[in-house]
Nanobody, 116 residues
Framework: QVQLVESGGGSVQPGGSLKLSCVAS????????MGWYRQAPGNQRELVAH???????VYPDSVKGRFTISRVYAKNTVYLQMNSLKPEDTAVYYC??????????WGQGTQVTVSS
């Protein structure tokens, strides 16, 4: 059973920064890709950042230039550095991993609130 555990969420003022962490219970090198998604009340879950085994990253225009996804294999951890945060970034952020057989795993989510 693959488990993903997010941490690092909290409240921050507009323009501030947060760094989210996602620790996997297995070697993250075994995943085809990993990513971060977010979901605000009334909205669909949307991709925030995605990284492949080759290190290729993908970001939607809404966060491009502000968010950065990275990995530390030795710690089985993927990070999401979020800078220049805006109120519209407020959401529950979920870590995900794609594994063999198109299996996709999800963390429990961590709340990010951006307000003044």
């Amino acid at each position: 059973q693959v488990q993903l555990v997010e941490s690092g969420g909290g409240s921050v003022q507009p323009g501030g920064s947060l760094k989210l962490s996602c620790v996997a219970s297995s070697d993250i090198g075994s995943f085809y890709s990993m990513g971060w998604y977010r979901q605000a009340p009334g909205n669909q879950r949307e991709l925030v950042a995605h990284i492949t085994t080759s290190g290729k990253t993908v970001y939607p225009d809404s966060v491009k230039g502000r968010f950065t996804i990275s990995r530390v294999y030795a710690k089985n951890t993927v990070y999401l550095q979020m800078n220049s945060l805006k109120p519209e970034d407020t959401a529950v952020y979920y870590c995900s991993a794609e594994g063999p057989g198109l299996a996709q795993y999800w963390g429990q989510g961590t709340q990010v609130t951006v307000s003044s």
